[in-house]
């Protein structure tokens, strides 16, 4: 039942995102847009329903503008934004989008933005942070969506709360991912050294599960769609996620763009970051349109299976401008307390260094 509860939780966290928003950002200007559809790859008009907060009025390039996205095509939760090249939304800014697919190598989507090799990519904040620390030229203009990572332990362990992992194993796939910083994190705030008091060890993905059944980790962490089907198999339940606590409405994915592309283009940027959020908010909407549109690209899962993954994130939530800029503070200030980014680093000259109001 607990297990349920949290799910439950997450769940309404997802369908709320659209409504609720922050003092700060419900304080920006809605957007006027200059139409409610426009047409799809199949020739039939889609309503998208999407009118993300913050971004100002509708954006429509005088001139058609080719660009290359840089992101994994296989992940669940940039589904939205893979589907949104085939339903025509980056057409509808008068933006011709090339999708260049880095698959999970996050370094180097990140490289091919920062070298030029794309114009923008959309990865995960706590995966890019240490690498924007090291100088690379890129800009976060958008934090997407929240909900991405989540931590199991076994159904039938004895690990039921955050403080029971002390002096325990935690499986994960790498050691710099995002969901080993966040867990960290969380584990830090609850009294759990996540460097002294926690042994994480790595595997393959798809053993995770096996891992945690033999008992050789006590817990496990990752991102949908592995974790999810954890759940689901009734091997693993879920002992936290990053919705919880102070982060229930953080972006855990954030749009990063070329420092180029913001200083010599800034419209352009703006347009393909409106374009990102409307897709994501015509996922909350259309969770169906969205998983059926994924199956195309999608590694063996289902409608059902990417339909309920969406339930679980935020979509509706995201931060622009001055609250980016704020969540990407709180990132770089927790990192700091797990050994990840630099002490002498000041979060807030930072912060305001690596991310950008293209809608100014």
Known sequence: MAVFDRLTRRHLLGLASVALASPLLMSL?????????????????????????????????????????????????????VIAHGQGFFKKHNLDVELVNFGNSTEVLLEAIATGKADAGVGMALRWLK?????????????????????????????????????????????????????????????????RDVDWRLFPADLLGTALERGEVQAVSGSDPFMYRLINSGKAQELSTNLVEEYANLSCCVVGVTGKLVREEKRVAAALTQAILEAHDYSVKNP???????????????????KAILHDHTHGHHAVGALLTKEIITYVTDLQTVEVIRQSTNAGEFAKEITVDVFS
């Open 131 to 195: 690498a924007l620390e090291q100088g690379f030229d890129v800009k976060l203009t958008a934090g997407t969506h929240g909900g991405c990572l989540r931590l199991l332990s076994a159904v039938n362990g004895n690990v039921h709360k955050l403080e029971d992992l002390k002096g325990k194993t935690i499986g994960v796939t790498d050691m710099a991912s995002p969901d080993r910083n966040f867990f960290s994190i969380l584990l830090k705030k609850h009294g759990v050294d996540p460097v």
């Open 29 to 81: 200007p809605r957007p006027s847009w200059a139409a409610d559809e426009h047409a799809g790859h199949d020739g039939h008009a889609v309503d998208t329903g999407a009118e993300p907060t913050g971004t100002g009025e509708f954006i429509r390039l005088d001139t058609p503008r080719a660009l290359k996205l840089a992101v994994n095509l296989n992940a669940v939760c940039l589904a939205p934004v």
């Open 288 to 306: 169906e349109a969205v998983a059926k549109g994924f199956q195309a690209h999608a590694l063996n899962t289902s409608v059902e299976e990417v």
